[in-house]
């Protein structure tokens, strides 16, 4: 008998001691909203030197080439593998370079949508860094997307990308920005 006592007390403590499920949900709520940037269509900063749009649904009115008549997209290295799994990259590694930057974000949709995002990488100190390599790994939905470089690029200290995909439900992305 004192040993069922003992459990059931040990039982009792462990229980008192552990977070309610539903305390659990409302913390991690909350790390969610500290961590996430805001959900409007203006510009977020995750690090002092990428400035990015959310993953944003485009109509033929809002797209980036008909807001910007006259730029010149020059199209980033693109290798498909499964179904939405998409690498773009430009330049490469080299000796005494490093990661500068990497962001990530993930969408979903109801429907299926056209999307854009755009980002723009440009050194903080805006002295002393060459862009080396870009890599974005993107999963999708839909069968393809496009990346373009819309201003800058390798060899120089700014890059601004436009990642851009047609009727997706979903889409996420990852880039890597390489400099010295």
Request: net charge negative; with cysteine.
């Amino acid at each position: 008998m004192p040993q069922v006592i003992l459990s059931l007390l040990l039982l009792c403590a462990c229980a008192l001691a552990a977070p309610t499920q539903h305390q659990h949900q409302h913390q991690q709520q909350q790390q969610q909203q500290q961590q996430s940037p805001s959900s409007s269509a203006s510009p977020s900063q995750r690090a002092t030197d990428l400035v990015y749009t959310p993953i944003t649904s485009v109509t033929d009115a809002t797209r980036y080439t008909s807001k910007n008549p006259g730029v010149e997209l020059l199209a980033l290295n693109k290798v498909k593998h499964a179904k939405g799994n998409i690498v773009f990259s430009a330049g490469e590694r080299i000796t005494g370079d490093k990661l500068l930057v990497n962001s990530y974000d993930d969408e979903s949709f109801t429907t299926t949508v056209d999307i854009e995002v755009e980002m723009t990488y440009s050194s903080s100190s805006g002295t002393g860094v060459t862009l080396t390599s870009i890599e974005i790994y993107v999963d999708t939905s839909a069968d393809d997307a496009d990346a373009y470089f819309i201003n800058g690029g390798i060899g120089k200290s700014k890059a601004s990308i436009l990642l851009a995909c047609n009727q997706t439900r979903t889409f996420s992305y990852e880039a890597f920005f390489y400099g010295y």
